[in-house]
């Protein structure tokens, strides 16, 4: 019903606000994301469209959630495109700001630092700064949009885990909500980093989620602690470039020791690289 409404592409922050003085008569939905969007975006964009009157998109390659020699300058930036896909999918507006526009001051900027225990880990440790980033950008969006929801992908389920607490922790009046992990047949889950890949590290990429399932199937049949699953995980990714595979408690997001009992409900994290491109998944045990 709500296709084929009028999309708006915006680019600055005083455009948007005004638009959104207007949106008086429901929810507003918003899906930050960093554009070459994809099937996964895509089941977030639809989720907001769906629950809410109005959908904001947000696709911005964000600076400051980028490390040094990472991918900034390569990340594949496809804007017609990702209007389009929001268009057919009934989004209201595409927010797509130049890095200038979100950060007039380049120098001493004010960042919100998640706490270092939850960045100290996982993603946070070899992508040092990485999450402050993500805080921040999706601070500030959240101060332009003031959205009644925002979507996340479970996909990044750390960074799903830092935005939850610090909605709670900044008492931002925000529903965050979760959306399930989207792949290709072969289990892969969708990256705008696969387009990276080249065939033969395709191919390669399609064993991450084979050994997160098979580490679920291995936890229902009864194995409950670390080492097995590891040694599972290790095997089946053997000569790939493994950063972590870890468990952790979902609520608190601790990492599983060698000599705790794995919970129902704990997230299994796989890190690795192949070549140069960085991959992550997960999955719920
Ligand atoms: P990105 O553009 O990579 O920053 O992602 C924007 C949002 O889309 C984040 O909340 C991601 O977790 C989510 N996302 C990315 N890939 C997927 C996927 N395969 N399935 C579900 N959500 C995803």
Redesign the pocket.
Known sequence: MKKGKNLKIIKTINELRAELKNCTEGLIGL??????L?E??K??IQKSVEENKYTVVSVFVNPTQFCAGEDLDKYPRTLEADALMCKTCGVDFVFAPNPSEMYKNQKNLTMVCPSFEDVDKLCGKSRIGHFDGVATIVAKLFNIVQPNKA??????AQ??FIIKKMVQDLNFNIEIVA?????EESGL????RNSYLSEDEHRQAEKISLALRKVKEMFENGINNIMPLTDMVFAILDGMEIEYFEIVDTETFEIYEKTDIIKTGSTALIALRIGTTRLIDNIEL
């Open positions: 899906v930050p994301t960093m554009g070459a994809h996964g975006h089941s977030l979507y996340f992908g479970q996909k990044d960074q799903l959306c399930p992990i989207v792949r889950a969708l990256s705008s």
